[in-house]
């Protein structure tokens, strides 16, 4: 008998699903992991003879899926969570959010609240989040600091913040951050313009010249409101899209999100410039911003992934609620019942964020040689019996609490609904000292 490969960790699960191949179900399989990477996906008992490892988790009743991948938030804005309510996305901006922001956001404002945002989105099976804040240091920080992977961005908008007074400092803090993180494996850098309400076209051409030269991804708002394409039509002459167009940002480096006000035409411009768009259901149904046509897109052939925004402005960060969300929502606005169906909702939000991030060679899907970033999903209680599809359950029965185990590069994060790497209960204590201060 041929020695057998020593690894770290080997786990096996009732269901691995690795989302590539597409809509793969693989039943009683195992993961070999060994520094931070997978090293194998196969059935158990061949796992088993190849392999032997200084820990084995078994997981009997689980589903084994890819880290989701949160594309797009604001993550110390969770202590804004519930701070505005009910009020239109204007309105909820520009009397309420940039007010508060104002007062309030300051290094431990957001290092806390991104502390906050991680150990929810853990507890939630998301490996992976994009953000766009300010103090995008102290996000990566913390993130860091918790073992969880991030895309922080490096943000930029026309007036003066806390973080920084004009365009040049914006840029130039920014590039202080890609600097510090440069070749770390948890940490990765996107340039985020807030929207094209909100930056002029000097720093929009300044930022598609420096990404190229970093090569790294853009992450912008666009097309989120009527009231944003109107307000481009009146001030510009043209729609927002045309305007990023015409200074040369639409490319593969691009994430656009929301983009919930798009015509078939634009619809072909994106496709064809290889825009990746990220969608955010729950956000934009909250603030009654409009329905992102995600069955017309997808069939279009751009990539879609899938983003929870802020929880100021959806309320939580939950990634398998947000797939329920996008593939409910999807039917209504295409009026087809087949429209995006769940192992593709699943793909969104996992290998479809990668994607969209520059990561796809590292992270949302489960193969040899990629990062162990994985979750377990439970699927043994009675409000996910009896079970047909196990890829039909995650999307459409399954709720966070069925999240048990976390891992992000071969580290355990979350164990059996605990997390390791978070003291909760110094969050729920940070939680209560913000709402303290915050509150009207």
């Given at each position: 008998m041929a020695e057998r490969q020593q690894v770290e960790t080997i786990i096996n699960a009732r269901w691995v699903i690795p989302v590539e191949p597409d809509g793969a179900v693989w039943e009683h399989h195992g993961v070999a992991i060994d520094n931070g990477r997978i090293v194998a996906v196969a059935p158990a008992g061949e796992i088993a003879g190849r392999f032997e490892a200084s820990a084995t988790v078994n997981l009997n009743e689980h589903a084994l899926i890819p880290g989701l991948v949160n594309a797009h938030t604001h993550s110390p804005m969770t202590l804004f969570r519930g701070l505005a309510d009910d009020l239109p996305l204007m309105t909820w901006l520009h009397d309420h959010i940039w007010p508060a922001e104002g007062t309030w956001v300051s290094p431990e404002f957001v290092r806390d609240g991104s502390r906050h945002a991680v150990a929810e989105m853990l507890r939630s099976g998301t490996t992976c989040f994009n953000d766009m804040y300010f103090f995008p240091d102290e996000t990566a920080r913390a993130a860091k600091a918790c073992g969880m992977r991030a895309v922080v961005g490096l943000i930029m908008i026309d007036f003066p913040t806390v973080w920084a007074g004009d365009a040049a400092e914006y840029l130039d803090k920014g590039l202080q951050v890609h600097d510090e993180y440069r070749n770390d494996p948890l940490i990765v850098t996107a340039f985020a313009p807030h929207a094209p309400y909100t930056v002029s076209d000097g720093p929009l051409e300044q930022i598609r010249t420096v990404a190229e030269e970093l090569d790294i991804p853009i992450h912008i708002h666009l097309?989120?409101?009527?009231?944003?394409?109107?307000?481009?039509?009146?001030?510009?002459?043209?729609?927002?899209?045309?305007?990023?167009?015409?200074?040369?940002?639409?490319?593969?480096?691009?994430?656009?999100?929301?983009?919930?006000?798009?015509?078939?035409?634009?619809?072909?411009?994106?496709?064809?410039?290889?825009?990746?768009?990220?969608?955010?259901?729950e956000s934009n149904l909250k603030l009654a911003s409009g329905f992102c046509p995600a069955a017309r897109l997808a069939a279009a052939g751009i990539n879609l992934a899938l983003g929870t925004?802020?929880?100021?402005?959806?309320?939580?960060?939950?990634?398998?609620?947000?797939?329920?969300?996008?593939?409910?929502?999807a039917r209504a606005v295409a009026g087809d019942a087949s429209a995006l169906p769940a192992a593709r909702?699943?793909?969104?939000?996992?290998?479809?964020?990668?994607?969209?991030?520059?990561?796809?060679?590292?992270?949302?899907?489960?193969?040899?040689g990629k990062a162990a970033d994985l979750a377990a999903v439970h699927l043994g209680d009675i409000e996910t019996q009896p079970l047909y599809h196990p890829v039909s359950q995650l999307v459409y029965t399954c709720t966070r609490d069925k999240v048990t185990d976390v891992w992000v590069e071969g580290q355990q994060l979350l164990r059996d609904r605990e997390l390791t790497t978070v003291d909760i209960d110094e969050v729920r204590r940070k939680a209560g000292y913000w709402r303290g201060k915050i509150e009207p």
């Open positions: 097309h989120e409101t009527a009231h944003e394409v109107q307000q481009s039509l009146d001030n510009d002459g043209v729609r927002p899209l045309a305007r990023l167009d015409r200074i040369g940002l639409l490319s593969p480096r691009l994430m656009a999100v929301h983009v919930t006000q798009i015509t078939d035409d634009e619809i072909g411009r994106l496709a064809e410039a290889g825009v990746h768009v990220i969608h955010c259901p925004d802020g929880a100021a402005s959806n309320n939580d960060l939950d990634m398998l609620g947000e797939m329920r969300s996008a593939a409910l929502l909702v699943l793909r969104m939000a996992t290998l479809g964020g990668a994607r969209a991030l520059g990561l796809e060679e590292q992270i949302g899907s489960l193969a040899p």
